[in-house]
DNA sequence: GGGAAGC
DNA sequence: GCTTCCCAACGCTTG
DNA sequence: CAAGCG
């Protein structure tokens, strides 16, 4: 390539919008690895990053092994038009050699990053999930501390499931997947595994009406991108994110499980109103009130009777498709045109969404972001932070106060008054009350024409259209879409057979309209979800959607702390900032699935019916219903009245600093280590540590206690003025209370790896001792640092349920 | 969070 | 049809 | 016994 033609286009690149529909927020974009054989041969790594590609040169190439730190140096930033170079730069030209495309695909920030790629990117501390052919699953890059190598990164491949242990050399890897001179071969699919859908791009610069030979043009239909998969019996229906309609969409459901021959299909369904025109609206409320046409436009086929078509020309695959979805109820092909500029006039003029122009030749690529694919558009979209609303006496509200993140200042960018029912405003404004806050989160004074606003903690997105920019810097006819639901769906932690793990907030999609009631499907069960964007932290803006997702997550490592033991559920449904509530009956309408024992309670002279969390149902269940904290017994069904591990509970006043508690917990350890016991220590997740002795379901609850009271009693009189052993507040002080008399039935404490309803969303963690000392800080231990930790500590709490210790032989070694 | 009662 | 209400714990310790 | 406590 030239340098002229790289200058050119360079230039290009300046030009693209700084804040256009995709790059700033899709969450996902494009990568390219380059093998680079210049003077030297090396790798180079492209990211798509605010309309340009960063890029870092890396010697070795990239490696797939976690043990292998891969330098990789910074260079200039590279226009977008390089995703797709391979060729020989000439002679005398900066970079002269061979080029050719290693790898390519598409990219995201890993799970549970909060901060912006900006930011990240800015910090030198990007942690990223690549969705390659080669380059698969979480790699680190970050910049090396050394102030005077400045640009010097390193390329870290993260432990998962793609990772390996033997040597890899990127060189060695050039196999037949690798594409050759810019025809990459797609993935074959299979309808035994979800596809992600290959995804449509968008180039203002591009008129469509010079698009001519070699394109085709289609409807851009307003509804859900939903793909089906159908082989013998089976066919399920499923957006990209994997979240399944087959059961929503019955309708069409059963009309395709007429099929013949197993095939993958995508489309989009769509509600048409009596003009044939979709009503996105609708559609979301499908669930609720099945209003309109239901049907599926359906416009490529991936796979047919046993043959993965991914590598076809796309004509070819709708000529088969045609074919194969005659005549099917709520099914109907979706045509294509000739004439571009004829069709987008057309539809302009109907008042439809768009149209999508397609190259005729073009091969399919799931989970890309293809430029064989162009969307044309009239309006634009774009994801604004909601940040307040103004108050009316007709509606729930007047109109929602609309903010971008702009160089780190949030800047007001106008009020979105149209654009939702009233029942969506009403669902709309409950979901606001838990992020109200009194002063407006702007920093300047905004003018609202003397409406009166209600201001919010920016967190919640939405997604806008308008027709353009006013000189101002506001929306010129702005109406609202859709909430951005912007978390990945849990299905795929699921079933990990799926590709893409984020989400394109440009593309509509369903998922989690407020109102829809979800399922998750675990040990074979049904669950129900309900409101997954209800906010359980308002300060924090976390959802009950990480919560949930948090616990699918650690359930392998919780329930075997959790099975078989009678729970006090403590409720928090409106959230931490709102009183909780005991719940230990479980009631006749939660589901049978669910196990439970019961007890004779004394006081209310009638039998309780304790929940048990034997599987991760049980466990999903209960954090849907506001169980952010679990509390079980300490002992098991079968032996309830001897518990498996005494509890050492250390609570501070509010006086205590952290620092002193854990002087009291090294205390305890100390005295342990006399007497020969070594004991388990994590973070309550509130404000104490926890000290777990196993005992093996060896003792009763009363020998447990009076052995806990012991050892409290000989810690109090090592440390008389920090610590306590009073029950009454009052006569504490500002002291620490030692509580041995958690060791009684039915009492419980906050399970380990159980969430706390405080500031943060805190996990209780288990810890090594060595960490027990002044530099611990328990608020490093939240539901987005605890998978981590595991990944490094494996489960420290192990022990606790392992074999007990002799009380007898530890009170022999008592002093005195 | 959800069901029942009340307006 | 929509809003509000109401419910969802216990048992041991201590004074 | 009622109130306190987790
Ligand atoms: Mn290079
Ligand atoms: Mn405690």
């Not at 506001?626 to 079968?638: A, D, L, T």
Request: glycine share 8%.
């Amino acid at each position: 390539m030239a340098l002229q033609e790289y200058n050119k286009k360079r230039d290009f690149s300046k030009t693209t919008e700084p804040y256009g529909e995709e790059a700033p927020d899709a969450g996902e974009w494009r990568f390219v690895v380059q093998r680079h054989d210049a003077r030297k041969l090396h790798f180079d790594l492209r990211l798509e990053m605010d309309g340009v590609l960063k890029s870092w040169a890396v010697p070795k190439g990239p490696s797939l092994n976690p043990s292998d730190k891969r330098l990789a140096v910074h260079t200039e930033d590279h226009p977008l038009k390089y995703l797709h170079f391979q060729g020989t730069i000439p002679k005398g030209n900066y970079g002269a050699g061979e080029m050719t495309i290693w790898d390519t695909g598409s990219y995201s920030l890993s799970q549970g990053q909060q901060k912006s790629i900006q930011d990240l990117y800015k910090k030198g501390d990007l942690k990223l999930t690549f969705y390659g052919t080669k380059l698969r699953g979480d790699f680190a890059l970050v910049k090396t501390h050394y102030q005077n190598k400045q640009n010097q990164w390193l390329l870290i491949k993260k432990e998962d499931d793609y990772s390996i242990d033997l040597d890899y050399d990127a060189n060695l890897h050039l196999g037949e997947n690798a594409p050759s001179a810019g025809k990459k071969s797609p993935l074959e699919v299979s309808p035994k595994r979800q596809v992600s859908p290959m995804l449509a791009s968008r180039d203002k610069a591009i008129d469509i009406g010079t698009l001519k030979k070699g394109w085709l043009f289609e409807f851009k239909w307003d509804g859900y991108r939903i793909l089906c998969n159908h082989e013998d019996s089976n066919t399920s229906l499923y957006s990209r994110n994997g979240i399944s309609y087959t059961d929503l969409f019955t309708p069409i459901t059963d009309s395709l499980s007429q099929l013949s021959f197993s095939a993958i299909i995508d489309g989009e369904v769509v509600s048409l109103n009596k003009n044939g025109l979709p009503q996105f609206q609708w559609l979301q409320h499908y669930r609720e009130e099945p209003k309109g046409d239901l049907v599926y436009m359906v416009f490529d086929l991936l796979y047919l009777d046993g043959h993965s078509l991914t590598h076809m020309p796309l004509t070819e695959r709708k000529e088969l498709l045609r074919s194969l979805v005659e005549d099917l109820p709520h099914i109907r092909y979706s045509e294509h045109f000739t004439n571009g500029k004829g069709l987008y006039q057309e539809v302009l003029a109907e008042g439809g969404e768009g149209v999508i122009a397609k190259k005729a030749d073009a091969a399919y690529h799931p989970g890309i972001r293809t430029e064989s694919w162009l969307k044309f558009k009239p309006r634009e979209s774009l994801e604004a932070l909601i940040c307040g609303y103004t108050a009316s006496e007709s509606r729930p509200f007047g109109s929602l106060i609309l903010g971008l993140q702009n160089e780190g200042v949030l800047t007001y960018i106008g009020n979105c008054g149209t654009g939702f029912s009233h029942k969506r405003q009403k669902e709309l404004l409950e979901r606001f009350q838990a992020l109200r806050i009194d002063s407006s989160p702007f920093l300047g004074k905004i003018n609202l024409a003397g409406k009166q606003p209600i201001w919010m903690n920016p967190v919640l997105m939405a997604e806008v259209h308008y027709a353009e920019w006013t000189d101002s810097g506001r929306l010129r006819q702005p109406v609202f879409k859709a909430l951005r639901q912007d978390k990945t769906p849990f299905e795929l932690h699921i079933h990990s057979d799926t590709q893409s793990e984020s989400s394109d907030r440009s593309d509509k999609q369903p998922g989690s309209a407020p109102g829809e009631e979800n399922s998750l499907q675990l040990d074979g069960i049904n669950v129900p979800i309900s409101n997954l964007e209800k906010i359980y932290w308002p300060k924090e803006g976390i959802q009950k959607y990480d919560l949930i997702e948090y616990y699918l997550s650690i359930a392998d490592i919780l329930l075997p702390y959790l099975k078989g033991r009678p729970q006090n559920l403590h409720r928090h449904p409106e959230g931490i900032e709102k009183e909780g509530f005991y719940q230990k009956d479980t009631p006749d309408s939660f589901p049978k699935w669910i196990k439970t024992t019961a007890i004779y309670s004394e006081s209310s002279d009638k039998q309780i019916d304790y929940m048990l969390c034997q599987d991760e149902a049980t466990l999903i269940y209960m954090a849907n219903l506001g169980c952010i904290e679990i509390n079980p017994w300490h002992s098991k069904m079968g032996n309830l009245d001897r518990p498996d591990y005494m509890v050492i509970d250390i609570d501070p006043s509010p006086k205590n600093s952290f620092g002193e508690v854990v002087e009291v917990a090294q205390s305890f350890h100390e005295f342990l280590k006399s007497i020969g016991i070594e004991g388990y220590c994590k973070t309550s997740g509130s404000s104490g540590l926890h000290i777990y002795l196993p005992l093996d379901a060896q003792y009763t609850y009363e020998e447990a206690r009076d052995f806990c009271k012991l050892i409290c009693t000989m810690v109090q009189q090592n440390l008389p003025s920090l610590t306590t052993l009073e029950r009454r507040i009052k006569s504490r002080g500002d002291r620490i209370y030692l509580d041995y008399l958690q060791n009684r039935p039915g009492q419980t404490i906050a399970a380990a790896y159980c969430v706390r309803p405080q500031p943060g969303a805190p996990v209780s963690t288990p810890l090594l001792w060595k960490e027990i000392n002044s530099k611990l800080d328990k608020n490093d231990f939240t539901i987005y640092t605890i998978n981590d930790r595991i990944k490094k500590h494996k489960d420290l709490f192990k022990g606790v349920l392992g074999k007990g210790i002799d009380i007898e032989s530890a009170l022999e070694k008592f002093p005195d």
